[in-house]
């Protein structure tokens, strides 16, 4: 099982520090949704994980091996991502010979059968593709490389919601007959929300969170009734954002309820989605924290 680790990353752009001391370790064969609001850092954190730009501090290991100048631990990695690395003038199926010749193998089977299903032409050139298409056959090409850890930046861009759907589906499939581990940057929280086994959150430059959703489930209750009960009830807990319809109001507790306190009867403690935790998380001011 190989390991992917960032250890102490630090990134600005000038005087903007844009990545502060990140460590994180990414674990093969989990699907991986990276979140964070515009300009939290993501492709930042991508392309450095893939040494196409480098950090002021900090490295990035595979099994222990720093990855910089590292072709064979880079050659573990791929990076999808909205910037286009082929030539426009190169047909499909060239860029799939030559990126075979790259990463020392390609499953053209899989490569051919997906372009059937999205109807995309791989003797097409890559110039002519539109925007949604060339999403798409840069997917594809993710999807086919023999890399251990794809990282998959903004994935969708430009896909109708049938091709998105189709995506998620054979992501999933893919996954199952050969397990690797995918880190998929994006904004469509509610759409990877069951794909995803676990969750990295940064936010102003800092991780902000970093479990399984399995975890993370289980500590998103939400708490609604009359407001002072809920507030009484809610006391001393972790309230991370609230709601208020006219005298009906719910918190949003991240972490444990307290077990030695009777639920009011005229409360209901219920749960809340990962797109909640998300905008509750990154809404809170100053939040240098992490959970
Ligand atoms: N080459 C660069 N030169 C200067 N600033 C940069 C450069 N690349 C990124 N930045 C800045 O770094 C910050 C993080 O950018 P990045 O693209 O990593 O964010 P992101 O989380 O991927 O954002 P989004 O979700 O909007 O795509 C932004 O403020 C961006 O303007």
Same mark, same amino acid.
């Given at each position: 099982?190989?390991?992917?680790?960032?250890?102490?990353?630090?990134?600005?752009?000038?005087?903007?520090?844009?990545?502060?001391?990140?460590?994180?370790?990414?674990?093969?064969? %989990?699907?991986?949704?990276?979140?964070?609001?515009?300009?939290?850092?993501?492709?930042?954190?991508?392309?450095?994980?893939?040494?196409?730009?480098?950090?002021?501090?900090?490295?990035?290991?595979?099994?222990?091996?720093?990855?910089?100048?590292?072709?064979?631990?880079?050659?573990?990695?791929?990076?999808?991502?909205?910037?286009?690395?082929?030539?426009?003038?190169?047909?499909?199926?060239?860029?799939?010979?030559?990126?075979?010749?790259?990463?020392?193998?390609?499953?053209?089977?899989?490569?051919?059968?997906?372009?059937?299903?999205?109807?995309?032409?791989?003797?097409? %050139?890559?110039? %002519?593709?539109?925007?949604?298409?060339?999403?798409?056959?840069?997917?594809?090409?993710?999807?086919?490389?023999?890399?251990?850890?794809?990282?998959?930046?903004?994935?969708?861009?430009?896909?109708?919601?049938?091709?998105?759907?189709?995506?998620?589906?054979?992501?999933?499939?893919?996954?199952?007959?050969?397990?690797?581990?995918?880190?998929?940057?994006?904004?469509?929280?509610?759409?990877?929300?069951?794909?995803?086994?676990?969750?990295?959150?940064?936010?102003?430059?800092?991780?902000?969170?970093?479990?399984?959703?399995?975890?993370?489930?289980?500590?998103?209750?939400?708490?609604?009734?009359?407001?002072?009960?809920?507030?009484?009830?809610?006391?001393?807990?972790?309230?991370?954002?609230?709601?208020?319809?006219?005298?009906?109001?719910?918190?949003?507790?991240?972490?444990?309820?307290?077990?030695?306190?009777?639920?009011?009867?005229?409360?209901?403690?219920?749960?809340?989605?990962?797109? %909640?935790?998300?905008?509750?998380?990154?809404?809170?001011?100053?939040?240098?924290?992490?959970?």
């Amino acid at each position: 099982m190989s390991l992917l680790s960032i250890d102490h990353v630090s990134k600005a752009f000038g005087s903007h520090n844009v990545l502060s001391d990140i460590s994180l370790t990414f674990e093969e064969g %989990k699907i991986y949704g990276l979140l964070g609001r515009n300009g939290a850092g993501k492709s930042t954190l991508l392309n450095i994980i893939t040494d196409r730009i480098f950090a002021n501090s900090g490295e990035v290991h595979m099994d222990s091996e720093n990855v910089a100048d590292n072709d064979s631990k880079l050659g573990m990695m791929y990076l999808m991502s909205e910037v286009d690395l082929y030539n426009d003038g190169d047909k499909l199926t060239k860029i799939m010979k030559d990126t075979e010749l790259l990463y020392g193998g390609f499953d053209h089977e899989l490569a051919e059968s997906l372009a059937t299903k999205f109807g995309l032409d791989l003797n097409q %050139k890559f110039g %002519k593709l539109s925007t949604g298409y060339n999403s798409i056959f840069k997917l594809i090409v993710a999807l086919s490389v023999p890399a251990k850890f794809i990282l998959l930046d903004e994935p969708v861009l430009g896909l109708d919601a049938n091709h998105r759907e189709l995506f998620y589906s054979e992501l999933i499939q893919t996954f199952s007959d050969r397990p690797r581990t995918f880190i998929i940057s994006t904004h469509l929280i509610e759409e990877v929300a069951n794909i995803v086994s676990d969750v990295v959150m940064i936010d102003m430059g800092h991780v902000l969170l970093d479990q399984s959703v399995e975890s993370i489930l289980t500590k998103n209750h939400s708490v609604v009734g009359p407001s002072e009960e809920v507030d009484q009830y809610t006391n001393g807990l972790n309230v991370i954002g609230s709601e208020q319809m006219s005298n009906l109001k719910t918190n949003y507790v991240f972490g444990n309820l307290n077990d030695d306190r009777p639920i009011p009867d005229t409360v209901q403690v219920g749960s809340f989605d990962l797109q %909640k935790l998300f905008i509750f998380l990154t809404n809170i001011q100053g939040n240098g924290g992490s959970y």
